[in-house]
C-alpha cells in the first residue's frame, strides 16, 4: 500500500500564523513548508509555545523581498517538488488565502499532478468538522454503552410493549440506512433551506452588486472557504434565490464588507479601520501602497496582520462605488 504524503507549502505573509492549525489537520508523515521574509507577520506568544511543543519536522524557507516576491518562490518551488520522480506519489497543497496561486495551482492539475490551494477559512471549517465528528463519535459510543446497559438490567421484556405497537410520537427514532426507492429531485434555490448566514451573504452582494459574478465569486471563496464558497456561489446565482437589493452609500458598503472579514478572523476591528481605507483608498489600488501605509498607521507588527487579512480585498474595496 502506497502512502500518500502531502506537501503543504504555507505563504506566511499571507495566512500570518493560522498555518499551526495545520498540524492538527495533516498526517505525522506529512511536509510542512513555511516560506517568510522580514515582511511576516510576528507569531504571538501562544502560537510560539504551540510550536515549541510540536513534534514534528517543520522546514522554514527564507525567501528574498520584493512585490510578490514569496508568491513566485513559493511557486518555484512547488513545480521543483512535483518535478521529483521520487515524489512521484505525493500531494501538494499551498496554503495561502491569495487567489493569484490559482492560475499555476490550475496549470499543474491540467497536466494530472495533484495539486490543490486551501485558505484560513477552509482550516478552520475542517478543524471544526473534526470536532463535530469527534463529538458525534462520543455521543454514539455513551449511547451503546447505556444500551449494553439496558439490556442487561435483568429486566424483563414484556409483550405488547414492542415499539412497533406504541403511537408514532413515542415511538424511539431511528437513522433509517435504508436507500430511498425514489431518486431524489432537485430542489429550486428558492425552495432549498440555508445552509449559511443569509443575512451576511445578502450584504455581501448589497455591496459588490447583483450582477458582478466574478467579485462575488472571489469573495465568497475567500471569506468561506472554496468548497463552501462554491455552494454558496451556485445557490446565490441561482435566478431563484430570493434577494431584496438594497441602495447603499459607498461608506455603508465598505462598512459592512470590513465588519464581515473581521468577523471571519483571528483580528479585531482597531476602530478606525473604515476611516483608514477612506483615507487610503486611492492608494489600495496598489499593494505595496496600501502596506506601507498600514504598517505607518497601525506599526509593522499589526499593520501586516490587518494587510494580509485584507490582500485579497484590496482591490474590490477600491472598486466599490
Known sequence: MVVIIKYYLVDSENVNDNWLMLLDLSDETDKIIVFY?????????????KLLGCTREIKFEECNEGNNALDFQLISYLGYLMKNEELKDSEFIVM??????DP???????????????????????????????????????????????????????PGSSAEELPFKDRPKEVSSSICPEPLKEV?????????????VDALINCLGKDNLIAIHETLVHVYGQKQGQNIYKTVK?????FAPETLS?????????DIIFSHSDLDDPGNFLD?????????????????????????????????LFKPYFKTISALK
Open 188 to 200: 429550486p434555490a428558492s425552495q432549498k433551506p440555508c445552509s449559511f448566514d443569509k443575512e451576511e
Open 276 to 308: 483608514f481605507l477612506e483615507k487610503n483608498k486611492d492608494k489600495s489600488k496598489n499593494l505595496n501602497g496600501v502596506r506601507s501605509a498600514i504598517t505607518k498607521a497601525y506599526g509593522n507588527n499589526i499593520g501586516m496582520k490587518y494587510y494580509s
Open 238 to 242: 441561482d435566478k431563484s434565490y430570493s
Open 96 to 101: 495561502s488565502n491569495d487567489t493569484g496561486y
Open 250 to 258: 459607498r461608506k455603508d458598503k465598505v462598512h459592512y464588507f470590513t
Open 37 to 49: 521574509t522580514k515582511n511576516s507577520p510576528h507569531m504571538s506568544y501562544s502560537s510560539v509555545i
Open 104 to 158: 499555476a495551482v490550475n496549470f499543474w492539475k491540467k497536466r494530472g499532478f495533484p495539486v490543490n490551494r486551501i485558505n484560513v477559512n477552509y482550516c478552520k471549517l475542517a478543524l471544526q468538522r473534526q470536532k463535530e465528528a469527534a463529538l458525534r463519535l462520543a455521543e454514539q459510543s455513551n449511547s451503546v454503552e447505556v444500551q449494553s446497559t439496558e439490556d442487561f438490567s435483568g429486566e424483563e421484556s414484556h
